[in-house]
T-cell receptor, first 115, second 113 residues
Framework: AQSVAQPEDQVNVAEGNPLTVKCTYS??????LFWYVQYPNRGLQFLLK??????LVKGSYGFEAEFNKSQTSFHLKKPSALVSDSALYFC?????????????FGKGTKLSVIP | NAGVTQTPKFRILKIGQSMTLQCAQD?????MYWYRQDPGMGLKLIYY???????DKGEVPNGYNVSRSTTEDFPLRLELAAPSQTSVYFC????????????FGPGTRLTVL
């Protein structure tokens, strides 16, 4: 079975500082990993994904994520946080070994960027 | 492209009433999904479809039904609404390859009183 954990319900960071939102996963095969962002009263928007290759993935709005197979992690990062980055962030995983087209989502991490 | 659209945006139901949440996509995606989002719980998969005429249960299907008569539409039916179905419902679609990201609709906020 595939699963994903986001250990922090909330992350607070000062504007201009680097931010990290953590995600760990569990799969039987190889993972496809995704990050989504949700702004208030909106649907989820795709940020970036890891399929294979370079462990550092770059995505929308200056976000990037680092895949670490040994630690089964896929942390989301941004070098300099903006107030407009404040939102709910979801990590999701798809297990290639299971042949599944379903995504399993984490519970979400609320990011608050303080001016 | 409008992407994924959902109607209504908001709805209040009384216990025991029924309703259909509408979802449509104009991207010619074969795969469509229904999720519910509860505070602090992330997204739970209710039902999904891999093409017209084919549907399957997700993690939390009880109390819901779906149909997929066309590629574009994937309505979710609630029969005998219960307070436990108070949630925000999201529809999503994807091309259908394992590497494809899902595209989400704006959601329907449902309250059952």
């Amino acid at each position: 079975a595939q699963s994903v954990a986001q250990p922090e319900d909330q992350v607070n960071v000062a504007e201009g500082n680097p931010l990290t939102v953590k995600c760990t996963y569990s799969v039987s095969g190889n993972p496809y990993l995704f990050w989504y962002v949700q702004y208030p009263n909106r649907g989820l928007q795709f940020l970036l994904k890891y399929i294979t290759g370079d462990n550092l993935v770059k995505g929308s709005y200056g976000f990037e994520a680092e895949f670490n197979k040994s630690q089964t992690s896929f942390h989301l990062k941004k070098p300099s946080a903006l107030v407009s980055d404040s939102a709910l962030y979801f990590c999701a995983v798809r297990d290639t070994g299971a042949g599944s087209y379903q995504l399993t989502f984490g519970k979400g991490t609320k990011l608050s960027v303080i001016p | 492209n409008a992407g994924v659209t959902q109607t209504p945006k908001f709805r209040i139901l009384k216990i025991g009433q029924s309703m259909t949440l509408q979802c449509a996509q104009d991207m010619n995606h074969n795969y469509m999904y229904w999720y519910r989002q509860d505070p602090g719980m992330g997204l739970k998969l209710i039902y999904y479809s891999v093409g017209a005429g084919i549907t399957d249960k997700g993690e939390v299907p009880n109390g819901y039904n779906v149909s997929r008569s066309t590629t574009e539409d994937f309505p979710l039916r609630l029969e005998l609404a219960a307070p436990s179905q108070t949630s925000v419902y999201f529809c999503a679609s994807t091309e259908g390859t394992q590497v494809s990201e899902q595209f989400f609709g704006p959601g329907t906020r449902l309250t059952v009183l």
